[in-house]
């Protein structure tokens, strides 16, 4: 069987709808990008640049960090669908700019990284037919060991108590736990962890707070009761198993390049 390339970041858009899926990652199809996920990718760009320059043992410039968000999130690189209100392109941009100044300043200096976007091209599973690909955003080291950090936006990634949502991440958490295991030739040794970042308007409930979510590498291989999910999505990405979900979150035109053609979707 031809082996089928999944990214890290898509693996939840197959389970969620494999309809969707195949028609963007194999078919080709595409709409153009939300501004709620070219602000997450500035933040992430940003952050990075922070982090990576700590780690290279450089003494790290908020302001050339904030400086690379602003540029991420004006220069995305894809079509971006247009709003409506340019002054919520500006308000997104200065959100962007000052989610990152706050994780600088506030969250990166109590952590110790061991890696800062690391993953690996191609980690073949060639019992499933299936090629891994993606990108960790960070490594984190302890006295404890080593374990992946995730990094994840949006106005809800961390509520008014101050706790980060973790539910429906194991999966994702767990392929980029097997990237970097790859890239650095070490296991994992700590719970991965997701590192929630709100983008509110208002900076001061521009929250930031962590999460740990154990166990992700076994939802993925499974065990003699349960099949992993890595078995399951092998078959849907090969074709084996088609269905759509007119339920999902993303069963919109905004999101969908099928949808209104979507045999499903009735």
Same mark, same amino acid.
């Given at each position: 069987?031809?082996?089928?390339?999944?990214?890290?970041?898509?693996?939840?858009?197959?389970?969620?709808?494999?309809?969707?899926?195949?028609?963007?990652? =194999?078919?080709?199809?595409?709409?153009?990008?939300?501004?709620?996920?070219?602000?997450?990718?500035?933040?992430?760009?940003?952050?990075?640049?922070?982090?990576?320059?700590?780690?290279?043992?450089?003494?790290?410039?908020?302001?050339?960090?904030?400086?690379?968000?602003?540029?991420?999130?004006?220069?995305?690189?894809?079509?971006?669908? /247009?709003?409506?209100?340019?002054?919520?392109?500006?308000?997104?941009?200065?959100?962007?700019?000052?989610?990152?100044?706050?994780?600088?300043?506030?969250?990166?200096?109590?952590?110790?990284?061991?890696?800062?976007?690391?993953?690996?091209?191609?980690?073949?599973?060639?019992?499933?037919?299936?090629?891994?690909?993606?990108?960790?955003? =960070?490594?984190?080291?302890?006295?404890?060991?080593?374990?992946?950090?995730?990094?994840?936006?949006?106005?809800?990634?961390?509520? /008014?108590?101050?706790?980060?949502?973790?539910?429906?991440?194991?999966?994702?958490?767990?392929?980029?736990?097997?990237?970097?295991e790859a890239a650095?030739?070490?296991?994992?040794?700590?719970?991965?962890?997701?590192?929630?970042?709100?983008?509110?308007?208002t900076p001061d409930?521009? =929250?930031?707070?962590?999460?740990?979510?154990?166990?992700?590498r076994d939802v993925?291989?499974?065990?003699?009761?349960?099949?992993?999910?890595?078995?399951?999505?092998?078959?849907?990405?090969?074709?084996?198993?088609?269905?759509?979900?007119?339920?999902?979150?993303?069963?919109?035109?905004?999101?969908?390049?099928?949808?209104?053609?979507?045999?499903?979707?009735?």
């Amino acid at each position: 069987m031809e082996p089928v390339q999944i990214r890290a970041s898509s693996l939840a858009s197959l389970l969620d709808c494999p309809a969707r899926w195949l028609a963007i990652h =194999r078919d080709g199809k595409r709409v153009p990008t939300s501004q709620k996920a070219v602000l997450g990718r500035a933040v992430h760009a940003g952050t990075a640049h922070f982090d990576a320059e700590r780690l290279a043992g450089n003494v790290p410039s908020v302001a050339a960090a904030t400086d690379c968000a602003v540029e991420a999130f004006e220069n995305p690189g894809e079509d971006v669908a /247009a709003e409506e209100d340019d002054g919520k392109t500006e308000q997104a941009k200065g959100i962007a700019a000052s989610l990152t100044e706050r994780y600088c300043n506030l969250y990166a200096p109590k952590v110790e990284y061991a890696a800062v976007e690391i993953g690996v091209d191609a980690l073949h599973l060639t019992d499933l037919a299936v090629v891994l690909s993606g990108t960790t955003d =960070r490594v984190r080291r302890t006295e404890d060991g080593i374990g992946v950090t995730d990094i994840k936006t949006g106005k809800t990634a961390v509520d /008014a108590r101050g706790a980060v949502s973790t539910k429906g991440h194991a999966v994702q958490l767990g392929v980029y736990t097997l990237l970097a295991e790859a890239a650095m030739n070490a296991r994992m040794t700590l719970d991965a962890q997701i590192v929630g970042l709100q983008t509110n308007i208002t900076p001061d409930k521009q =929250r930031i707070a962590s999460a740990e979510v154990p166990g992700v590498r076994d939802v993925l291989i499974g065990d003699a009761d349960q099949p992993g999910v890595l078995s399951v999505a092998a078959r849907l990405a090969h074709g084996e198993l088609t269905f759509g979900n007119p339920r999902s979150m993303m069963c919109s035109a905004t999101y969908c390049p099928i949808y209104n053609s979507c045999f499903f979707r009735r």
